[in-house]
């Protein structure tokens, strides 16, 4: 067992990490390494491959691939565009008011479809908005990067969000309702504090002209780009009414009746699906982000392979054996929790650990852990910009979008020009997170 | 009241999106209604030499000649009883009003590039599914016998019209014989008296028919 304790382990690391220095390969290292994991865990004798797959949360992946479908259908009914138009005249086109209301409205958004999809759909519109404003560089970093992170903390908000909320749910860790109630209005602190912060202090604004005219002109150019869009309510009627039987099932239904969180996922798609026959069989076959499933597949093999040498238990001892209080060891498991995320991104380090997580559960409340792990990963995504799959997604969208300031020089958005936003959301987001670990600890939410 | 510095830029992207001319005709509606002629005529100074087509459409306006509001009668005249239309470039407004106004035709958009990229989904999206995206490279599909081409005209000269480039790659005389009717619309009735850039030169030979607003 010893040599699987170094193996395996070092399998999985090495992937995290090429993984993330060659992220366009990521789902390619990462399934080829899961393989290698299997193979080493049967030729060792740890666990055989059919040992491992059953250790793998299918449940999570069903309600990732289901909510995605839903996501689609909302996409295809024009949902996003829609909405898109209706920030754009709320913002009054004004360059302050854009960044508030995008960011409010992708953290709406997020909390229930995949950000993924909202972020295709909406940031275009955004691309537009900062196109026709001839921004400096400095807003259009921070208007893009505290839109990511608005998207991080409404997939933390409720327990259909985000993986890492999705995987709270699954296992029976916290019920959907328990989730929802203690992580929404955590995640509203941080995105309120984050926009005050920046428009107080930071004021990214400041160099951006802001006139009449250009705001008029603004406004009627997308409208006129939107002038014929309408939300196709033969789509979206049946998404919605399926979604909103998901939540009621989800809210209402006791878990004594065993049918769980996932199940109720699967039937609800079922059922809009087939409303939409024709629409639901092409998204059947074309609309699942096989890249995500196979890329948390692949992450579920290997934390199942290390799982069975027993090592995310040790973790937990040492962490529990830290010589400082039960707060002090919360707090190391949360900022390792954030550090962690923010190098090798989400899903890796909540699959990993989410084991740990389980072991410190036994001694500290579990909300006070479950919730304060999902805070402290939605940090971490929101740290670098390659952390979250929608980083590097709204850097080519936005180096597609080619826009310009005022001179017509072109404005990038990559790691850099993102890095000062990060920054500031991994402390506000992290802060909160370590803030509500301590007031669970002290029965503040009881 | 002046004007802002991304004007140009945002009537390139408008123009992307909404084909000249009817970029062309909201900015100088909206520039009108927020300034009067002044901001008008500083717009046309600024945008017009880029962009020959706005330049039209706001010496018009100053002139108390505002664009005239769009009537695809004459259009649906002389697309007779097509039961496809094949659209080359894009005019949003004009489009808009064909494509009510051919409520049981089917009708597939070409969409080319030309130095100016629009968003294809989102072009698409304003039409409600009544409106195909087809490719260049599906162009004879749409042939036959009760079929009709119709590309937007930006005045003409002599012999020739100014049409969007991608006319120049579809209509070649191996596909020209193949459609029943090949109707140029003319969305400007005024040929630009500035270097028509964006726009290119084609000889008016094949189509069969030209219709003014």
Not at chain 1, 20 to 25: E, F, G
Not at chain 1, 202 to 211: E, H, N, S
Not at chain 2, 64 to 77: K, L
Not at chain 2, 148 to 155: K, N
Request: aromatic fraction near 8%; include cysteine.
């Amino acid at each position: 067992m010893s040599s699987a304790r170094v193996i395996l382990p070092s399998i999985l690391v090495l992937a995290i990490v090429i993984q993330a220095l060659v992220p366009s390969r990521r789902v390619l290292i990462v399934a080829t390494a899961a393989s290698v994991a299997c193979l080493a865990s049967a030729t060792l004798g740890v666990a055989t491959p059919p040992r491992i797959f059953a250790d793998v949360p299918w449940d999570v992946l069903v309600i990732l691939v289901a909510l995605g479908l839903i996501s689609r259908m909302f996409a295809e009914a024009g949902l996003f565009d829609r909405l898109a138009v209706s920030a754009t005249r709320a913002s009054r086109a004004d360059p302050l008011r854009v960044l508030g209301v995008f960011a409010v409205a992708m953290y709406i958004i997020s909390g229930v479809v995949n950000n993924i999809t909202a972020l295709v759909l909406v940031l275009p519109v955004l691309h537009v908005l900062l196109k026709l404003s001839a921004p400096s560089k400095r807003y259009v970093g921070w208007t893009i990067g505290v839109m990511l992170v608005a998207c991080n903390l409404g997939g933390a908000a409720t327990p259909i969000g985000d993986f890492p909320a999705i995987l709270l749910l699954s296992g029976g860790r916290m019920t959907f309702l328990g989730y929802l109630r203690l992580a929404a209005p955590a995640t509203l602190a941080a995105l309120l504090i984050l926009l005050a912060l920046v428009l107080l202090f930071v004021r990214p604004t400041a160099d951006v002209a802001r006139d009449k005219v250009s705001a008029r002109l603004t406004r009627a150019i997308v409208e006129a780009m939107f002038r014929g869009v309408v939300i196709d309510r033969r789509t979206f009627v049946p998404a919605a009414i399926s979604l909103g039987l998901m939540l009621a099932a989800w809210t209402l239904m006791p878990a004594s009746w065993g049918i769980t969180p996932d199940l109720i996922c699967w039937l609800g798609v079922g059922l809009a699906l087939s409303l939409r026959h024709a629409l639901g069989e092409r998204l059947a076959r074309d609309g699942i982000d096989s890249e995500a499933t196979l890329f948390l597949l692949s992450l579920f093999v290997m934390v199942g392979a290390v799982r069975k040498t027993g090592i995310f238990e040790e973790i937990a001892r040492s962490i529990q054996s830290l010589p400082v209080s039960q707060a002090g060891q919360l707090v190391a498991f949360l900022a390792l929790a954030g550090v962690l995320t923010g190098v090798f991104s989400a899903g890796p380090s909540m699959a990993a650990l989410l084991d740990v997580a389980d072991a410190l559960s036994h001694r500290m409340p579990p909300r006070a852990v479950y919730v304060g792990l999902a805070l402290a990963v939605c940090a971490g995504s929101s740290f670098f910009l390659t952390a979250a799959t929608s980083g590097p997604l709204a850097q080519a969208l936005t180096e597609r979008a080619d826009i310009r300031d005022g001179e017509g020089r072109p404005i990038r958005f990559g790691f850099f020009e993102f890095l000062p936003a990060g920054i500031l959301s991994f402390c506000v987001i992290e802060g909160v997170a370590i803030v509500y670990g301590l007031l669970s600890l002290r029965g503040a939410f009881e | 009241m002046t004007l802002p510095a991304s004007a140009s830029s945002a009537f390139r992207l408008s123009a992307a999106e909404l084909g000249m001319c009817s970029a062309a005709r909201l900015f100088a509606a909206e520039l009108h209604a927020a300034g009067g002629a002044p901001l008008l005529e500083e717009a046309r100074d600024r945008i017009g030499p880029d962009y020959p087509i706005f330049d039209i459409v706001a010496s018009e306006t100053l002139e108390g000649r505002p664009p005239a509001r769009i009537n695809p009668a004459s259009v649906v005249t002389a697309l007779g009883s097509a039961k496809l239309v094949l659209v080359i470039g894009i005019e949003a407004y004009f489009l808009d009003a064909l494509v009510a106004a051919l409520p049981a035709a089917r009708i597939g958009l070409v969409l080319g590039e030309g130095g100016l990229e629009g968003e294809r989904r989102r072009i698409l999206a304003n039409f409600g599914g009544r409106v195909e995206d087809v490719p260049l490279s599906d162009v004879l599909r749409w042939a036959g016998r009760r079929s009709a081409m119709l590309t937007f005209i930006y005045g003409t000269v002599s012999t020739n019209a100014y049409v969007a480039p991608v006319w120049l790659r579809v209509a070649g005389p191996d596909v020209r014989p193949q459609f029943r009717t090949l109707v140029g619309w003319d969305v400007l009735n005024r040929a630009p008296a500035l270097y028509p850039r964006w726009v290119v030169e084609a000889p008016l030979e094949p189509f069969s028919c030209l219709v003014g607003i």
